[in-house]
């Protein structure tokens, strides 16, 4: 009973980070960078990828043709965007989500 108690209390906790005040309040202190960064990583995922794969298959191997359509399969938006976000934070200088 005490792992799903600390279960539910992670899982609560999680979900308390996607409230309309915080994300509010996110959106305002950081919507432009935010926004950018996600549409940059979106054309970097849709479009950069897939054109890199096909490069490989025309030079390397033929094998990385099944790269291009895989692209547009897989997500990786978990990994990238927060590497991204926080990088951004190491260069403006300011943990806004540490703030909050």
């Known amino acids: 009973m005490r792992f799903f108690r600390w279960l539910k209390h992670r899982v609560t906790h999680k979900f308390e980070h996607f409230s309309a005040v915080k994300l509010k309040k996110f959106l305002k202190e950081n919507g432009l960078a935010f926004v950018v960064i996600f549409v940059v990583w979106e054309i970097i995922e849709d479009v950069l990828f897939p054109l890199l794969f096909i490069f490989l ?22 990994l990238a965007v927060p590497i991204m976000w926080g990088a951004w934070l190491k260069i403006k200088g300011k943990n806004t989500v540490a703030d909050s």
């Open 57 to 78: 298959g025309n030079h390397v191997h033929p094998a990385f043709y099944a790269g291009a359509p895989a692209a547009w399969l897989l997500c990786v938006h978990w």
